[in-house]
């Protein structure tokens, strides 16, 4: 099993930037892939990217590629999310995700493929 705690929303002007962070503990090594998503109020949780640890893959959403950048902390087992640029449209509670199972891209961007999520932390975006 695996617990992911996230941190480091906030509110910002656009044009800012903000960090987050994702502690993960527990099985940590039985992690396949790590994510990010989003979430609007009364929208559907959006993909914003996600890294295989074991390969370094990444792939990130149009919407954030060139603005946003994951990387991680082997030694503290955290995941961050690098968000510069920041647009009122990135406005939504932001998860951290976990897959134990390998994703093909096309699977890594569905929520319901993954098995562990943080509680969520909010970013607003002023204009």
């Known amino acids: 099993q695996v617990q992911l705690v996230e941190s480091g929303g906030g509110l910002v002007q656009a044009g800012g930037s903000l960090r987050l962070s994702c502690a993960a503990s527990?099985?940590?090594?039985?992690?396949?892939?790590m994510g990010w998503f989003r979430q609007a109020p009364g929208k559907e949780r959006e993909f914003v990217v996600v890294?295989?640890?074991?390969?370094?893959?990444?792939y990130y959403a149009d919407s954030v590629k060139g603005r946003f950048t994951i990387s991680r902390d082997n030694a503290k087992n955290t995941v961050y999310l690098q968000m510069n640029s920041l647009k009122p449209e990135d406005t939504a509670v932001y998860y951290c995700?976990?897959?134990?199972?390998?994703?093909?891209?096309?699977?890594?961007?569905?929520?319901?493929?993954?098995?562990?999520w943080g509680q969520g932390t909010q970013v607003t975006v002023a204009s």
């Open positions: 527990g099985r940590t090594f039985s992690t396949y892939a």
């Open positions: 995700a976990a897959s134990e199972e390998p994703l093909p891209l096309t699977l890594a961007t569905i929520p319901g493929e993954y098995d562990y």
């Open positions: 890294n295989s640890y074991r390969t370094g893959r990444t």
